[in-house]
């Protein structure tokens, strides 16, 4: 693959989108083709299911339908926009992916193992280059999210999951931190940007970009 798939994960209130645009600039300012993309969505079907996913009327949606959802999602997503961008030669900055899956359904959901398993097949098998968990505690960054506007269905889940989501990612973390770097999305705007930078210019450096 000659592109570079970048991912943001993270919390409620944890700043992404901010840093999703700085890292755009650092591409763009290399004169490189930058696609900003994100989960659950990025296609027309994917954005379909979103809709579903997201709708607080959807009450009923027991917790393996949405599982599964998400993936089929992704399995969209990743067929009909990531892959076809990443063999352009493209950097693609998606704003969640599986790990999204693995924190909300695997732990806060508590479906386990069956979720990396479902989503190998959805991916078949894509990996980020890098990915970013913008590590924000559950409770100020539930506050934060509140205050930007309405809670979705997901958002509106009690803290203890979203504590468990917390855990989920922590454990990701700890699993793979060739991949996956820590930012403390309680620092300044700026200072996440520059660290997040600092990884980015070391990623460039060892694909020679
Ligand atoms: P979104 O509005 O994009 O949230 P945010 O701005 O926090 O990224 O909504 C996505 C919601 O879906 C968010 O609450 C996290 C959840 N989610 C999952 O539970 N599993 C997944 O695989 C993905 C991609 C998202």
Redesign the pocket.
Known sequence: MKGLFITLEGG?GAG?STQIRNIERFFEEKGLLVVHT???GGTHISEKLREI??DNSNTEMSDVTEMMI?AAARAQHVRELILPALERGDIVIC??FVD??VA??AYGRELGDMVSIVNSYATGGLSPDITFWLDIDPAAGRARAAKAGDL?R??QEKLDFHYRVYEGYRLIAEKEPDRVKRIDASDTVDNIRDNIYEYLDALCRSKGI
């Open positions: 409620d992404k994100r989960e659950p996913l997201l998400y704003d969640r999204s899956s909300y359904q979705d997901l958002e």
